[in-house]
């Protein structure tokens, strides 16, 4: 029961000790937040002025900016306003200007007015005076007004057309005098300076063989082998009597030669069947190709010519194998090509000059060389090849321009025409058939023929001059220079020929007496 009662007063005791230190601990506690709160508070108080005072700077500054900003405005209205108020006083004064000259063209109007009734008025009576003339001239003439009209007319045509001609004449004669000898003298120049070969090409290739016995090996049993080798190639393959020599006749030169290199590995292998013969062809034809390739690059090399499009060196190797009247087509552009270069050097072209003109005498003849053979002038298509290919206008425009298909824009332009009808026309370039030859002598002489006075005419010095010769009693001396004149633009109007031709009109008098 002690035990108990004890328990029971240490256990009241420690609940009264705890609720003492409790009450200690909650009322130090409360002292300490209220003296947090406390300072808080006045920590908080001063935060608060320090942000008003920053609030109110920034409301002056705010408030000074936009003043700022307001009278900027305001300075840029009233200055617009000026403006405004100037322009409409300068509109007023402009408008008071175009009325006053309104009312001046209103009076000046009626002023013109006017005179054209006036100058209306005496025109009617000038028609009077000059119907009342006309009348008497006509009595007076026995001629009508029209008819002396005509007549005049045609009087004043002859004199005009004799003066004009006579004008042209001197003219051309100044220009000769300063100009022939200077351009003789490049044209002679640039010739001399450029050698070249003579024309030996034809359209068909004699191929050697040891002896006749190989004829009958190339042509097979029933002729299989022959027709598989023109099957291959399309060359016409003519074996005849002819000692030691088979012809390959084809106007494809290269045809030709893939047929003649075929054909020479043929025999000399030995082995000659059809099988043997299509491998063969188109190993040789893609040699060839490469070889064409091969060409074009050592030709543009030769030629100081850098840049050019791989398709077009490819048809300037084929050139090789391309000729024109007997003038093989490669030979014929690299003359062209450094006659443009010297000739443009002694014409004092700069440097870019000469190497567009050297690169558009190369290529002037490429639309002779295309895969597909389309229907246009090779001049033309030459120039489409060159633009597609990004080559430059002005030898796009040289390569189109040199046969005059269309017009020259540009400088190197007559060079190249002039260059290719010089490497064209100079003696040994070309062979021409004897029957186109004797028919063009003929039409240059009929040219002349035609014209009224014409008594005889003479094509000379291979048809590069023409003397006509006229009747005294029917063609006097202006007329003889007319006539030379007419015949010269006929004959460039309507005949093709190389180089110029020279029109020589002669006019002879002759007086004869006999002594008895």
Known sequence: ??????????????????????????KSTEKKGNDIIKKAEADAEVVKEKKMLEAKEKFLQLKSDHEKVINERNSKIQSAENRIKQKESSLDKKNKEVDRLQRDIEGNQKQIDRHLQAISKKETELEKLHKKRVEQLEQISGMSADGAKEELIEALKAEAKTNAMAYIKEIQDEAKISANKEAQKIVVQTIQRVATEQAIENSVSVFNIDSDELKGRIIGREGRNIRALESATGVEIIVDDTPEAIILSCFDPVRREIAR????????DGRIHPARIE?????????????????????????????????????????????????????HSREVANLCATMC?????????????????????IGKVPDDEPEMPHAILGMKLAE????????CNAIGAHHDEIEMTSLISPIVQVCDAISGARPGARREMAEAYIQRLNDLENVALGYEGVNKAFAIQAGRELRVMVESEKVNDQKAAELSFNISQKIQEEMTYPGQVKVTVIRETRAVHYAK
């Open 388 to 395: 597609k290919h990004k080559e430059n206008k002005m030898v």
């Open 279 to 331: 491998e063969v062809v188109g190993k040789t034809r893609k040699r060839l190709n490469d070889e064409i390739i091969e060409i074009g690059k050592r030709t543009a090399i030769d030629l100081g010519i850098h840049g050019m499009h791989s398709e077009l060196l490819r048809m300037v190797g084929r050139m090789k194998y391309r000729s024109s009247y007997g003038q093989n087509l490669l030979q």
């Open 1 to 26: 029961m002690e035990i108990t009662s004890l328990a029971t007063g240490i256990l009241a005791g420690l609940l009264i000790g705890a609720i003492i230190v409790y009450l200690v601990l909650k």
């Open 261 to 268: 290199l075929s054909l020479h590995q043929l025999v000399t």
């Open 345 to 365: 050097s002694e014409l004092g072209f700069n440097e870019k000059q000469i190497k567009l003109a050297k690169r558009a005498g190369l290529l002037h003849d």
